[in-house]
């Protein structure tokens, strides 16, 4: 294989060459890094009560005994925590495709202005930790 001395790259190539590189060097999320399981944020057993109450009427989650059949059924994801904040925050259809979304009849509501963000990060904890039991 040929290389040339950079000096002798045009200025798009030195960036193109670069962004490349950088590519490489942080292309690894740094949870592929970590090991062990992710920290949790909130607090589930303070999620779990709220999950029944407001989630159960429509998802189904083992953890929870709750079966309804409106929205995803949760016990077949593998959300990230992250993620299932932004669906509780912004409403489900805001971490789904278009396609996916399209597969219901409703959209499930956005919880930002009703629920606290500790309430929320609860919620997230709760789902997390019972879709990632072994």
């Known amino acids: 294989m040929r290389t040339r001395a950079l000096s002798s790259w045009s200025?798009?190539?030195?960036?193109?060459?670069?962004?490349?590189?950088?590519?490489?060097?942080?292309?690894?999320?740094?949870?592929a890094l970590a090991t062990g399981a992710p920290r949790v944020v909130g607090n589930a057993k303070a999620g779990k009560p709220v999950f029944v109450s407001?989630?159960?009427?429509c998802h189904t989650l083992r953890a929870a005994k709750s079966v309804g059949t409106?929205?995803?059924?949760l016990d077949k994801t593998r959300l990230t925590e992250a993620v299932i904040v932004k669906a509780i925050t912004?409403?489900?259809a805001s971490v789904m495709s278009k396609a996916a979304a399209a597969k219901y009849t409703t959209q499930m509501t956005a919880y930002k202005n009703v629920l606290t963000p500790a309430v929320i990060q609860n919620?997230?904890?709760?789902?997390?930790?019972?879709?990632h039991t072994k």
Do not use: F, K
């Open 11 to 31: 200025a798009g190539q030195r960036l193109t060459g670069l962004a490349a590189g950088l590519t490489i060097a942080v292309g690894v999320p740094a949870a």
């Open 90 to 92: 912004n409403g489900g």
């Open 70 to 73: 409106i929205g995803p059924n």
């Open 54 to 57: 407001t989630c159960g009427v």
């Open 123 to 131: 919620l997230a904890a709760y789902v997390y930790n019972s879709t």
